[in-house]
């Protein structure tokens, strides 16, 4: 799939404020930093569309942006921002739960993981949540362009080795460089197969 139009529609804190156009939604989350909106930007081919900062914690609201007129793009909150205080965190998660959960529409939920550490307690309990909840998922290995593709391999086995001592069997696991565009094409490939199918 080529995105030849990704324009920002609207950015809400519940999920009844989302857009009124119904479309599939394909949503992006992880830790505060992991690099979500340089992903989605990447993506799309536009580095001005979702807003980055190396400030963790910038984006606080749900966004959704248009893609080609026919599925949404969703740049969510990051969690486990330790800096942040207590209602700032207690809130920014509830955020995020009133999306996933509740978010009649979202058909596919990539979780982003920094490639450079192993998978944390924080993704493993955020993602076990997913599970129990029936959510589906895909895992994002990013900023793959900091280490050099075997050390970034090694990761990556390490990290299954990880998961696969809570899970039978392992989600699709990408690997991302917004920097280099590393991981664009089976991205976007993937959730075309994913439309296909609706
Ligand atoms: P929050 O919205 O604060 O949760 O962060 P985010 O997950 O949206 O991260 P963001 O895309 O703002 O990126 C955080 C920092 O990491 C920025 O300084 C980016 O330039 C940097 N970054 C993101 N992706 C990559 C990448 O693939 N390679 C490199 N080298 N840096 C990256
Ligand atoms: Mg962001």
């Not at 479309?23 to 799309?44: D, H, Q, T, W, Y």
């Not at 700032?88 to 955020?95: I, Q």
Request: aromatic share 8%; hydrophobic share 40%; charged share 25%.
């Amino acid at each position: 799939m080529k995105i030849s139009d990704a324009r920002f529609v609207s950015s809400s804190t519940r999920v009844q404020q989302k857009p009124k156009q119904r479309l599939p939604e394909f949503a992006f989350i992880g830790r505060s930093n992991v690099g979500k909106s340089s992903l989605i930007n990447m993506l799309c081919g536009n580095s001005k569309l979702a807003m980055t900062s190396s400030t963790p914690g910038k984006t606080k609201v749900v966004n959704h942006f248009i893609i080609n007129d026919r599925w949404y793009l969703v740049d969510l909150p990051g969690y486990g921002y330790a800096k942040m205080n207590q209602k700032g965190r207690e809130e920014l998660a509830a955020v995020i739960r009133d999306y996933i959960f509740n978010s009649e529409e979202m058909v596919m939920l990539f979780v982003l993981i920094d490639s450079r550490h192993d998978i944390g307690k924080i993704d493993l309990d955020f993602i076990s949540d997913l599970g129990e909840n029936g959510i589906p998922f895909a895992l994002i290995m990013t900023k793959a362009d900091k280490q050099g593709p075997n050390v970034v391999a090694a990761q990556v086995e390490k990290d299954k080795q990880i998961l696969l001592e809570s899970w039978e069997e392992l989600p699709p696991i990408f690997v991302s460089s917004a920097q280099k565009g590393t991981g664009k094409e089976e991205i976007l490939n993937y959730i075309e197969n994913i439309l296909a199918t609706l």
